[in-house]
Structures are given as C-alpha cells and as structure tokens.
Nanobody
Framework: QVQLVESGGGLVQPGGSLSLSCVASGSVFRITTMAWYRRAPGKERELVATITRGGMTNYADSVKGRFTISRDNAKNTVNLQMNSLKPEDTAGYYC?????????WGKGTLVTVSS
C-alpha cells in the first residue's frame, strides 16, 4: 500500500505562482511513475504531468512552459511548480503514484485562480 498526501493549494491571482507538494509513504520502493492530475468543476479528470523514477517528464500541452514537475526519491516527494497561472487552471489537483501492480491517489488539494 502507498499513501499520498498533497499540500500547497490555495487562492492565487491570474499570472501568479503556486507550488504543490505530495508526500508518499508506505511501500514507496514499489513506486515507478508519479504524476499530477486535475479535475476542474464540470470537467473530466485531466493528466497534468508525469515523472518517472529516473526523472523523465511529460506534460499536458495546456501547461507546457508554465508548470514544472520534480521528484525527490530520497524524500519520497513529487512537486508541481505552477507559474503564469490562468483561471482555467482552477481545479482540484491530485497526486498519483503507480506501482507494477496498483495505482494510488491522494485526496487532492484545491487550486483557485481568480482576481
């Protein structure tokens, strides 16, 4: 089992920045890829960014150049630095971790971009 706890959400003005963090615990040695997803009100869940254990990253087109995912395997954390935030980035952001056998989710943290 893997437990994921997100932090760092909040209210930010358009053009601002916010950093999200996710701490993993439990059977962390089994984790391969970690990711951030988001779900905006009335919309389906969307992949934001992924990062492999070796540090290879992938981003949704909508956040490329604005968001940066990073990972510290020693601390079992994955972070999402979000810059140049837009109102359409408003969503619940969820940490995701994959093992060879399972997929785990955090409970999410809310990001609101509004003036």
């Amino acid at each position: 089992q893997v437990q994921l706890v997100e932090s760092g959400g909040g209210l930010v003005q358009p053009g601002g920045s916010l950093s999200l963090s996710c701490v993993a615990s439990g059977s962390v040695f089994r984790i391969t890829t970690m990711a951030w997803y988001r779900r905006a009100p009335g919309k389906e869940r969307e992949l934001v960014a992924t990062i492999t254990r070796g540090g290879m990253t992938n981003y949704a087109d909508s956040v490329k150049g604005r968001f940066t995912i990073s990972r510290d395997n020693a601390k079992n954390t994955v972070n999402l630095q979000m810059n140049s935030l837009k109102p359409e980035d408003t969503a619940g952001y969820y940490c995701n971790a994959k093992t060879p056998a399972d997929v785990y989710w955090g409970k999410g943290t809310l990001v609101t971009v509004s003036s």
